[in-house]
Each structure stands twice: as C-alpha cells, then as structure tokens.
C-alpha cells in the first residue's frame, strides 16, 4: 500500500517541470484550439477525433489510457507465446 | 504499390503507411528493449526521412514510448532487472534536475546562446559518452587484473577496503546490491536531469551510464531500472502532448505493436549479452548518434538521418543476432544437460 503511494507521489512530482520540458528541444506547436474533420469517419477514428475536437484534456486521458492497456495486453500475450515457443524468460545472473 | 498499407490517421488528417509504423517501432523497441532508451531521438529522423507530419512527431512518439515500456519494464523485472526503489529516487532527482536545466537554457536564449551551446553541449556528452565507454570496454581486463591485485594486497595486509564516499545517509537497493550515499544518488540523477533539460532531451542515454558507472548498477539492471524511469516520463509525456493536441493516437498504436514486437526481441537478448558487450554496442550507437548531430549542425542534407537510421538497423540486426545465437547455445546446454552460464 505504501508503495503505491510514493509511486502516486513521484508521479505527481512529474507535473512540475512541465512548464519547462523539452525548452530546450524542438518547439511543439500547441494545437490546443484545432479540430479536425470528422466527414467520412467512423468507428473508432471517430471516436478519437470527436474527443480531440470536443475535450483536448479527455482526448489526452483516453490516448494515456489506451496506450497503457494496449502496452500491458500486448505485454501479457507475447509472454504467453514466447512461453508456448520456450523463449521465456526468468531471473538471470549478471555477468559484467 | 505499397499503398494498401496505408491507413488514415485521423488527427494528423493523412494516409500513411502502417508498415512504416510498426517497421520504426519494432526497430525503436529492439533497442529501448535491449538499451533500456526510449529511441525518440531515432524516431523523429526516422519519421521525418518517411513523410510523417514532424509538428505530431514527438507527441506521439512518447505516446507509443510509454506503452512499449510496460511491455520492457515488465519483462526486465521478471528478469530481476528493475531496481524500483532507485527507479523512483531518479525520477524524483531527475525532476529538480531538468528545471534547473531549463531554466539554464532559458538564459542563455536571452543572451542569443542558447542554440550552438547546446548543440555542442550534445554533441560533446555524445561523444564524449561513446569513447570513454570504448575505453572502458578495451580496457576491462586490465583494470580488473589491477583491482585485483590490490584487493589481495589490502587482504594481506589486513586493511578494511576505503570506501570512496559515505556520507551517510547511506542507502541500501537490494536489487542492485550496492549501499550508497543518498547524496550521491540524488546529486547524480539531479545531474542527468539537468543534461535532459538543459539538451531537451528524455535522458535515457544519460541515465543509463550514470546508473553504471557512478551508482555502480549492473549493467542489465542499469538498462531495467532505466526503462521503468521512461515509463513514467512517457506516460507524462503522452498525456501532455494529448493536451496540446499533436498525438495520433492511430499512428502510435501501429507503432506500438512494432515496438512490443521488438522490446521482447531486445529484452530477451539482454538475457545472453554479458554486461560489457552491452556497453560495447551502447557506445558505437551513441557515437553513431554524435555523428548524426555532426552532419545536422554543419547542415549536411539528409546524412543525418541516414547515419541514425542506418545505425539503428544495424544495431538491430546484430542484437538480433546475438538473440538467436544465445537461444541456440542455451537450447544445446539444456539438451547436454548443463545449465547455461551466459
């Protein structure tokens, strides 16, 4: 229970540099104000651009969202598959 | 001819090729897998030779980012290679670190510096980084014939081993197995972060040598407990880019399924790579990295590119490679019924 606080916490702490990230770097634009076209989309496609037009804030939770279940659905049937083909993998010892 | 590969991508509002995108990814997660980066310093270059729209690049780059690092992440800590406890402390010295990088680079822009300083800076650290860790590699055997002799020497003569830096509190990573100054481990990642904010870049490449040769991690566990600090700045970074609205949400998906492909592919070679031949192809591809800059900076049209692309590839090819052979080499221990020492 403890841990999953100070991994909450440290979260949190990602939220302050936010103002500052990537200065440095390559200039983002913020298309914060731009919609996108949804004649002739469907399904999902739609969904997403009609969250991105409607809500850039709900947009960013779903895409965090979706991408983190895909990234631990992927995670879990590539391990059961390596396992079938007998390429999994369990605690190793490190030689330098 | 190709074209039947094309999917739409609803928020950068163009047709693009899918296979392009799990293509990047599965190359991007190799390496992430294997050096423990998030690649987005490979990505960009790699979407910008194919076409992609460069303004949703580096947005949904992270995004694909954080989710290939679950599926690393959580492969290296079935492998005992995440040290969570130091992983949190980096992210946590990490954050100080980058402001204060910022905030330096925000200075030297009103000053007109900022641009060459940090492009050199980047190069520097890059180069820098590559030889010293050549060095280190070409080096190994006689450095640890040298400690060697003085550890017998000092048991000889009855002496406690000098530790370098204590001041306490000192901290325990049982997972690393090393005790540490905290000073030290918050100065080092206060550091990395610094360079990550001060470059603008993720820091993966930073981090990971920082984690070896200044904390004292094993190099596999340098690499895991990297990878679980990339989750978190991904995931950030994925939903901050999503509020500014230059993630496609589609084109990071396809190239996810590349990259969880890959990240298996890399992680699991860790497993039959010893620690030195990862710092090894670690060096030649952050050297390849600083020429990539070289080419950029005196505006050599498209090289720089092509050097990312191609030492992406190649590294791929030859982790890869070290897979198969590794797997096969266990495969005929199992089957003579000795236990693989890799």
Redesign the interface.
């Known amino acids: 229970m403890k841990?999953i606080w100070?991994?909450i916490f440290?979260?949190c702490?990602?939220?302050?540099?936010?103002l500052?990230?990537?200065?440095?770097?390559?200039k983002?634009?913020?298309?914060?104000a731009?919609k996108?076209?949804l004649e002739g989309?469907g399904g999902?496609?739609?969904f997403?651009?009609h969250w991105?037009n409607d809500s850039?804030?709900v947009?960013?939770?779903?895409?965090?969202l979706?991408?983190?279940l895909?990234?631990?659905a992927?995670?879990a049937v590539?391990?059961v598959i390596?396992k079938a083909v007998?390429?999994e993998?369990?605690?190793?010892?490190?030689?330098? | 001819m190709f074209d039947f590969l094309n999917v739409y991508l609803p928020i950068a509002q163009l047709e693009f090729n899918a296979a392009i995108l799990v293509a990047i990814g599965f190359a991007v997660g190799v390496l992430g897998g294997f050096f423990g980066v998030g690649g987005a310093w490979i990505v960009t270059p790699a979407l910008n030779i194919f076409g992609f729209p460069m303004a949703f690049a580096i947005g949904t780059d992270l995004a694909h980012i954080f989710g290939k690092s679950i599926v690393a992440t959580a492969k290296h800590r079935k492998m005992g290679n995440v040290d969570m406890k130091l992983g949190l402390i980096s992210i946590a010295g990490s954050v100080v670190g980058v402001e204060g990088g910022a905030q330096v680079v925000m200075w030297l822009t009103t000053l007109g510096l900022a641009g060459p300083v940090v492009r050199y800076s980047y190069m520097v650290l890059l180069f820098g980084l590559g030889f010293y860790m050549l060095y280190d590699y070409f080096t190994k055997d006689k450095r640890a014939a040298a400690q060697a002799a003085k550890s017998a020497s000092a048991a000889a003569s009855g002496a406690a081993p000098r530790k370098a830096w204590n001041l306490p509190p000192m901290m325990h990573f049982p997972a690393s197995g090393i005790t540490i100054s905290f000073w030290t481990v918050t100065g080092v990642f206060f550091f990395t972060g610094f360079l990550s904010g001060f470059l603008g870049v993720g820091g993966g490449f930073i981090r990971m040598p920082a984690l070896i040769y200044i904390i004292g991690c094993p190099t596999a566990i340098a690499v895991g407990t990297d990878l679980f600090s990339v989750l978190f700045s991904g995931a950030y970074g994925c939903w901050t880019y999503g509020v500014k609205g230059v993630v496609d949400i589609t084109a990071a998906f396809y190239m996810l399924i590349g990259a969880a492909i890959g990240a298996q592919i890399g992680v699991t070679a860790v497993k039959y790579v010893r620690g030195y031949g990862i710092r090894l192809l670690f060096a030649i591809m952050i050297i390849l990295a600083g020429i990539s800059v070289l080419l950029k900076q005196f505006e050599v049209p498209v090289f720089d590119k092509i050097v990312v692309m191609a030492g992406a590839l190649g590294m791929c090819a030859i982790i890869i490679v070290k897979l198969i052979q590794g797997f096969k080499k266990e495969k005929a221990e199992k089957a003579a019924g000795f236990p693989g020492l890799h």
């Open positions: 841990r100070v991994v440290n979260f702490l990602l939220i302050f540099p936010s500052v990230w990537g200065a440095a770097g390559e983002v634009p913020d298309f914060a731009r996108v076209s989309l999902l496609n739609y997403f651009a991105y850039k804030m947009f960013a939770i779903i895409v965090t979706i991408m983190g895909v990234g631990v992927i995670a590539t391990d390596l007998g390429m993998v369990t605690k190793m010892e490190h030689h330098e």
